[in-house]
């Protein structure tokens, strides 16, 4: 009993702000008292709110009150030290700033070892007892102390809430059906919760899934980024003999082959890389909802879990990763191939054969999902410089505006013979051929004009685009779209505007026509195998004068 008296005593003389021993003590006006450094250092941080209170009863003072020690409780604490008794170490016991505390203790309270649903109170160990010890309380729900009791209270009848509104999703109590929500499918909170824990184990199911197949994903991309890394090693190791051979007249494409094909590999090996990162991104995030709903799962509040089911249930929109496969080992074999090939004709090399070279370093490329582009700036980036070629151009179609310009004549033009000019139709094609993913625009004249994509074969100059199977052409005139190829003619629908822009990705096989106003309209999409390079190009109809213009992209 005297060892209970003396620790009173400690903490009596104790600060309730470093539960130590007062030093320099100090009694603010409402009568509590503090170490002089704990209170300044705690008014300090008031300062900005002009007003200091009491860290025990909350009473506010204004203005700051004057600190001046009290020698009274000063010789006191030094009387209690020269016992040899010390403070009492802070008791863990009690509850901290982060802790939920005891509603039924008095004076400092205790943690709370558990909180009830039907009390709508938390308990510390000794004023939980009664829940354990009187049969009525012993049906009560216990959970896990929290500070959001009040949310299971229903702010219109100050009942709590056991019952779930479907009809609203909205935990409600027993009176609410009776007026706000009658009428309403309800059902108890703890049926809902029911329901709901299904759909939990379901989503979980599906991102466990998602996880496994995005980590197998990631395991065929590190093969393909070690199959590139090694074909490109090949290719560079087998180019460099070659050139070896060819001395002084090959060592400048000796180099520039290797550059283009670690430029390559560099930008393959980069996609594959990015495509794994957002994978692995995706797996973290799935794991990290995946342990949210499953710690949702375990808790026995039936309202938290309603009220967080709906936010953590939703999942980001999947990375585009359609199955992956690794094709056989050839990446840049075809450009050793091709420098063999042409190894005894240095002349050939110099001039024409070199393009062929760099076309097939170019046409590597990782068949990866590529994401669809939406607006018109996205198309942008695939934008081309594209000019007409007058050695295509019927004799009665000007070319003006640094060959971008298509205009029909009455009048032969002085075009000189040639054997890719087309003889029967006011057809042109453009000077540069499309491989890989471009995008262009065509503005029409008063006329009618077929917009074209085709391969420029001599064995067709005497044909209509659309007639035959090396050509595709949009045609719009009279306020309508066609499609042709092949002589097969398809009608298209969507809104009329002079101009249409032109995606082609040739790797795909993808060309796709747009209708260009404020906003880009799909008008038709063609899904197919390109087996040569593509050339831009028009099919101008009507009156003399009519017009067809690549337009100028900005």
């Known amino acids: 009993m005297a060892q209970k008296g003396v620790q009173l005593d400690q903490e009596t003389f104790s600060c309730s702000i470093c539960l130590d021993l007062l030093k320099d003590p100090v009694t603010i006006p409402c009568g509590h008292s503090y170490c002089m450094s704990c209170i300044k250092s705690f008014w300090d941080e008031e300062d900005e709110k002009k007003t200091h209170s009491c860290p025990q009863c909350r009473q506010t003072f204004t203005p700051r009150p004057v600190l001046v020690k009290n020698t009274m409780l000063a010789v006191l604490v030094e009387e209690l030290k020269k016992t040899g008794l010390q403070a009492a170490p802070a008791d863990h016991g009690y509850a901290g700033p982060e802790d939920v505390a005891c509603d039924f203790c008095t004076g400092r309270k205790l943690k709370a070892l558990k909180s009830c649903l039907q009390c709508l109170a938390s308990y510390c160990e000794e004023h939980l007892q009664p829940h354990y010890d009187v049969a009525p309380l012993k049906k009560h729900k216990l959970v896990e102390p929290s500070e959001k009791l009040q949310e299971n209270i229903c702010s219109r009848h100050d009942e709590v809430?056991?019952?779930?509104?479907?009809?609203?999703?909205?935990?409600?109590?027993?009176?609410?059906?009776?007026?706000?929500?009658?009428?309403?499918?309800?059902?108890?909170?703890?049926?809902?919760?029911?329901?709901?824990?299904?759909?939990?184990?379901?989503?979980?199911?599906?991102?466990?899934?998602?996880?496994?197949?995005?980590?197998?994903?990631?395991?065929?991309?590190?093969?393909?980024?070690?199959?590139?890394?090694?074909?490109?090693?090949?290719?560079?190791?087998?180019?460099?003999?070659?050139?070896?051979?060819?001395?002084?007249?090959?060592?400048?494409?000796?180099?520039?082959?290797?550059?283009?094909?670690?430029?390559?590999?560099?930008?393959?090996?980069?996609?594959?890389?990015?495509?794994?990162?957002?994978?692995?991104?995706?797996?973290?995030?799935?794991?990290?909802?995946?342990?949210?709903?499953?710690?949702?799962?375990?808790?026995?509040?039936?309202?938290?879990?309603?009220?967080?089911?709906?936010?953590?249930s939703r999942l980001s929109e999947s990375t585009d990763s359609p199955s992956i496969n690794i094709r056989p080992l050839r990446y840049f074999e075809d450009v050793t191939a091709a420098l063999s090939e042409v190894r005894d004709q240095l002349q050939d090399v110099l001039r024409e054969t070199w393009t062929n070279i760099s076309l097939r370093v170019t046409e590597v490329d990782v068949l990866l999902p590529?994401?669809?582009?939406?607006?018109?700036?996205?198309?942008?980036?695939?934008?081309?410089?594209?000019?007409?070629?007058?050695?295509?151009?019927?004799?009665?179609?000007?070319?003006?505006?640094?060959?971008?310009?298509?205009?029909?004549?009455?009048?032969?033009?002085?075009?000189?013979?040639?054997?890719?000019?087309?003889?029967?139709?006011?057809?042109?094609?453009?000077?540069?051929?499309?491989?890989?993913?471009?995008?262009?625009?065509?503005?029409?004249?008063?006329?009618?004009?077929?917009?074209?994509?085709?391969?420029?074969?001599?064995?067709?100059?005497?044909?209509?685009?659309?007639?035959?199977?090396?050509?595709?052409?949009?045609?719009?005139?009279?306020?309508?779209?066609?499609?042709?190829?092949?002589?097969?003619?398809?009608?298209?629908?969507?809104?009329?505007?002079s101009r249409v822009g032109v995606y082609l990705d040739h790797r795909a096989g993808i060309l796709s026509f747009y209708s260009i106003s404020e906003t880009m309209t799909l008008l038709h999409r063609v899904q197919t195998t390109f087996t040569q390079p593509l050339y831009a190009g028009f099919l101008l109809y009507g009156p003399r004068g009519n017009t067809a213009e690549l337009y100028e992209l900005k």
């Open 161 to 312: 809430m056991k019952m779930f509104c479907r009809t609203d999703q909205q935990c409600i109590c027993y009176l609410c059906p009776v007026d706000e929500h009658k009428g309403h499918d309800t059902v108890s909170a703890a049926a809902e919760r029911t329901e709901r824990q299904r759909e939990l184990e379901v989503s979980r199911q599906n991102i466990q899934q998602r996880i496994q197949d995005r980590e197998k994903d990631v395991k065929l991309l590190q093969q393909e980024v070690e199959a590139i890394n090694r074909s490109a090693d090949k290719a560079v190791e087998d180019s460099q003999k070659i050139f070896t051979e060819l001395i002084r007249l090959i060592q400048k494409r000796s180099s520039d082959v290797e550059q283009q094909v670690r430029s390559k590999q560099e930008t393959e090996v980069s996609r594959v890389q990015e495509l794994q990162e957002k994978l692995q991104q995706e797996i973290t995030e799935l794991k990290r909802k995946d342990a949210e709903l499953k710690q949702l799962s375990h808790t026995e509040d039936h309202n938290h879990f309603l009220h967080n089911y709906p936010s953590l």
């Open 370 to 497: 590529q994401p669809e582009s939406k607006t018109r700036a996205e198309f942008l980036k695939y934008s081309r410089e594209i000019t007409l070629d007058p050695n295509t151009a019927y004799t009665k179609v000007l070319l003006s505006d640094g060959n971008r310009k298509a205009t029909v004549t009455s009048e032969q033009q002085s075009h000189s013979s040639h054997p890719d000019r087309f003889t029967t139709y006011c057809q042109v094609l453009s000077r540069e051929s499309l491989t890989g993913r471009c995008y262009w625009e065509v503005e029409k004249g008063e006329g009618g004009v077929s917009v074209v994509v085709a391969y420029k074969d001599n064995t067709f100059v005497n044909e209509k685009f659309g007639d035959n199977d090396k050509s595709w052409a949009l045609g719009f005139y009279k306020n309508r779209y066609e499609f042709r190829h092949n002589s097969v003619t398809t009608p298209v629908s969507g809104p009329w505007f």
